[in-house]
């Protein structure tokens, strides 16, 4: 009251001029309607309080996912029909329980399981909107969202209201938290969006979190309105601690932990609110200047919040504010309890954490092999962090070929190994190190690793987890079929690890996947190498070290991940010993500041576990292996970059693809792949999942190795599966493989593709085409009445010709400068004319005239090839005869197709792309 008063006065005397009675008036308006606010807030709370409490007090004893199991005590939310401080923005009375926890209530998902639940429940997706200013760097903070798998939209704070995303979605939330990258974009938020967005909030409970960057140099204090708080930059900190009684809102940081001491920089921010809703969450002390020496004592212990709560008890809305940005590591871990205890718990992660430490070539090398001495500090690590980590053990891994080839110590050390072999667990490498990319010989390389096989059995070394480490990642990826295939045969390998997937960095963007069963667990990186024996060779020495663990990248990256496979080398545990400082040093670390319990399982465990988590990646995504320097060195020699196609003919079945395949074919530039067996001579590589899962080297091996001989050194290689067009998957796997590559579609007009297809059906005695007419199929209602095989027969004849679906489909991964649409029709009556277009799309060195290379045939009805003078025109299959289609049909289609075909006239006009003369007639 007394500060209000003392506004009031203060005000009073800036504005006492008669000139300025208007402002005066203006300015009593606005402090009596904060008096009042100030009145309804301090005296009226208490019967509201009660209210609330009791609500609290009823709603323990339901299964609420509002309520936190993990320390006892609900939120501080206000419940239905409880009077509420009005907020800045006008009235929100209504329920305050979010409309996304109810629907979760209905769903009878408990708070326990409510992550999991939710999470893998595509639909209920917990996604947080990014708001964010073209002027601040945000990919710190994305990239923090996104190495912790947190799905997140991103908005420009200056899009238009109109253009932001809806933040609705079917009468449901979409987002569980907003996120502002500066404080200074809530407050300078135009009222509309402001209103919309603290609506939004109120609605479904979604709460806030701001950082406080700034977003110039000269904004160095603020008052927040309508934030009752003050945010001041540039602050020098020391005794930075976490609030002790701030457990109900932390997850992963332990409360009550703090050290003493400055803090590196002196552009720290701080916070300070007098609400007694508003909570410090970590809190530090100003570093006094030496000319504030009058400073009583007791002003200099004050703790200034660098990361703030509102528990919302002001306007109904919580947030969390966090000085600074993510650098700092305490508010890295701050930002992630943030979301949790924002999102009611929808976006928590169990505190499990999975670690395995993994040395490699553990026999390998020619200095700094282990001594006998390092041994045994070795297994005497092993033993302190298996207390502090239940069951850790180091992996090993081995190359049997160098055991004992080093000195007389280095000697000494293999064999204490050899002799402790039970005390560590154990995987294979190859015999001799070899790498596996560089065998074409199957038994080759099966041979090489039974030599290690044996070698292990000779020194007891037991591999018992199915776990392998391939050499220089080769063979992993770009994947080898034939090292999957030994590793299966020889060791029983189920599981390996890799950092090449999909490419080297960064860390928290590498992926796992599952080939030939062999399941494929991303690494982390740990800093340490090869090199680094001597602590005085790690860059920055210990205290670099110390700052990757205490809080830096190797710490971020334990928080970070469910599971962590660390790579460490053998050199990282002789001389000084780094590998064991680091281990030791990041579990303390840890275990001091967090509740991270840390765990251990066999790798066979910890990849089914990582892929529960990750459904998503279970299948590869062939990347090319052409444009990663680091791919192409441990390319296997059965892949070539020279036998992948530049160019793919798309489809749709039935438009004449395989007559285009033909000529195509008669060009001396161009080559096509070999016919697959097993896909009816197509290669369908990029649509049918069955055929991409066999890999790069399958795909590869139906193409011929065109730049190898000198004459075909201008030949460009083809590939044609009609499927691909109107396939789901196709073109995101396709743009992955040959991000270069020309597409080429055909259209014809979509019903006569219906028909064609419906006929071509018939010639394979499907019977549903055999049973029902034409109509009956294309106008075969969903219900439970029609057969599957009808609604399923009815879909191949209509969905691949809505066109402009599936070109549009094509085109969000392809420029339209990629694409060439044929005309079908045009492709029966002149073909010699399309493959004019054809060659000027290619590019072709040799243009060539197709009048003698492509002939009409009166019996067949249809233009053929010509080669070595002869016609060899298409099979019975290709041209077909049978009875026109009747006119109900035709009318049906007509109608079907209407709105389609006038979608794609206007996408191919806007793509500049080639219109059909029977699209433009229609
Ligand atoms: P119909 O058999 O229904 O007449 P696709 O090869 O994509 O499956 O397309 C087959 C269609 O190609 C045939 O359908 C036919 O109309 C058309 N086509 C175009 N040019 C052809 C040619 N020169 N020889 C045979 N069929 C051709």
Request: charged residues 20%.
């Amino acid at each position: 009251m007394d500060a209000i008063c003392s506004a009031i006065m203060r005000q009073a005397k800036r504005y006492g001029t008669p000139r300025s009675l208007k402002k005066t008036l203006l300015f009593v308006a606005v402090v009596s309607s904060v008096f009042v606010w100030y009145l309804s807030y301090h005296m009226l709370p208490s019967r509201n309080v009660s209210l609330v409490k009791d609500q609290l007090e009823k709603s323990i004893t339901v299964k609420d996912p509002l309520y936190s199991s993990q320390t006892g005590t609900r939120r501080a939310t206000l419940p239905t029909n409880t009077t509420r401080v009005p907020s800045p923005f006008g009235d929100r009375l209504g329920t305050n329980r979010s409309r996304a926890s109810e629907t979760l209530m209905k769903q009878n998902i408990t708070e326990r399981d409510t992550w999991t639940n939710v999470r893998f429940n595509k639909t209920v997706e917990p996604t947080i909107l990014v708001v964010t200013n073209q002027f601040l760097i945000s990919s710190d903070l994305t990239n923090a969202l996104k190495a912790n798998n947190i799905k997140f939209d991103k908005v420009y704070a200056s899009t238009l209201v109109t253009s932001w995303p809806a933040l609705e979605d079917n009468d449901t939330g979409k987002y569980f938290v907003i996120l502002f990258q500066s404080i200074v974009i809530l407050h300078d938020l135009n009222t509309e969006l402001l209103s919309t967005i603290y609506d939004y909030c109120y609605k479904y409970n979604a709460g806030i979190i701001a950082f406080s960057q700034q977003m110039s140099k000269t904004t160095k204090y603020k008052k927040l309105y309508p934030l009752p708080m003050t945010m001041e930059h540039g602050q020098s900190l020391r005794d930075i601690s976490v609030n002790p009684t701030a457990g109900d809102v932390l997850h992963i940081t332990k409360p009550g932990q703090g050290t003493r001491g400055s803090l590196p920089s002196s552009s720290w921010t701080v916070f300070k609110s007098d609400l007694p809703s508003y909570r410090p969450l970590v809190q530090a002390k100003k570093v006094t200047p030496a000319k504030s020496l009058n400073q009583t004592s007791q002003e200099k212990e004050i703790l200034y919040a660098t990361v703030l709560l509102d528990d919302g008890d002001y306007d109904g809305i919580q947030k969390i504010f966090i000085g600074n940005d993510l650098r700092f590591w305490l508010h890295y871990v701050l930002f992630l309890d943030s979301i949790s205890y924002l999102s009611h718990g929808l976006l928590r992660t169990s505190l499990d954490r999975y670690i395995q430490v993994d040395i490699d070539d553990v026999f390998v090398g020619k200095n700094g092999r282990l001594t006998h001495l390092d041994v045994q500090a070795l297994i005497n690590q092993q033993q302190v962090l298996s207390n502090k980590v239940p069951g850790f053990t180091f992996k090993l891994g081995f190359s049997g070929r160098s055991f004992g080839s080093g000195n007389e110590d280095e000697k000494k050390g293999d064999l204490a190994l050899a002799k402790n072999a039970h005390v560590f667990s154990w995987f294979p490498h190859m015999w001799g190190h070899a790498q596996a990319h560089t065998y074409d010989n199957r038994s080759k390389l099966v041979s090489e690793m039974k030599m290690n096989y044996q070698f292990a059995k000779s020194q007891n070394i037991t591999v018992y987890e199915s776990y392998a480490v391939a050499p220089h990642h080769s063979g992993v990826y770009p994947a080898h079929d034939m090292l999957y295939d030994a590793w299966k045969e020889v060791w029983g390998t189920k599981v390996t690890s890799t950092e090449e997937y999909p490419n080297l960095l960064p860390d928290w963007n590498r992926k796992g996947f599952i080939f030939k069963d062999i399941m494929v667990l991303p690494r982390k990186t740990c800093t340490l190498y090869t090199k680094n024996l001597l602590m005085s060779n790690y860059t920055g020495g210990k205290s670099g070290l110390d700052g990757v663990v205490r809080g830096g990248e190797v710490f971020k990256t334990v928080i970070s991940n469910p599971i962590s496979v660390f790579m460490t080398h053998m050199p990282n545990y002789a001389r000084d010993r780094l590998g064991l400082y680091l281990f030791d040093e990041l579990v303390t670390f840890i275990q001091r500041w967090t509740n991270i319990k840390l765990k251990t399982a066999s790798p066979v465990k910890m990849a089914q576990m990582y892929f529960e988590r990750h459904p998503e990646e279970r299948e590869p995504k062939w990347m090319n292996p052409c444009s990663d320097k680091r791919h192409l060195q441990i390319l296997p020699k059965l892949q070539s970059c020279d036998r992948l196609p530049q160019i793919l003919v798309l489809g749709p079945q039935k438009t004449g693809t395989a007559a285009l395949r033909a000529f195509m074919s008669l060009h001396p530039n161009l080559a096509s792949n070999y016919p697959s067996k097993e896909s009816f001579e197509e290669m369908q590589f990029f649509s049918n999942s069955k055929y991409y899962a066999r890999g790069l080297e399958w795909y590869m091996s139906h193409f011929p190795q065109v730049r190898h001989n000198p004459t075909d050194k201008d030949r460009i290689l083809f590939e044609k599966s009609a499927t691909y067009f109107d396939s789901e998957n196709a073109p995101k796997r396709a743009h992955l493989l040959l991000h270069k590559a020309k597409l080429i579609t055909i259209l014809i007009d979509p019903a006569k593709r219906a028909y064609s297809w419906y006929q071509h059906e018939r010639a394979h005695e499907n019977p549903a085409s055999l049973n029902y007419t034409f109509y009956d199929v294309i106008s075969a209602s969903d219900g439970p009445g029609t057969h599957p095989k009808v609604v399923s027969l009815r879909n191949r004849c209509l969905n691949p010709g809505m066109y402009a679906k599936h070109v549009s489909s094509w085109l969000s991964h392809y420029s339209s400068k990629k694409m060439l649409v044929l005309d079908g029709e045009l492709l029966k009556t002149d073909p010699v004319a399309v493959m004019v277009k054809v060659q000027q799309f290619l590019g072709l060195k040799r243009q060539i005239d197709y009048k003698d290379k492509i002939i009409f045939d009166k019996t067949k009805g249809f233009y053929c090839p010509v080669k070595s003078g002869r016609k060899h025109c298409l099979p019975k299959n290709k041209g077909r005869s049978y009875p026109p289609m009747d006119d109900k049909s035709k009318e049906f289609l007509r109608q079907f197709y209407q709105n389609y075909n006038f979608q794609l006239r206007n996408l191919l006009i806007k793509k500049h792309l080639h219109t059909p003369q029977w699209l433009g007639k229609d």
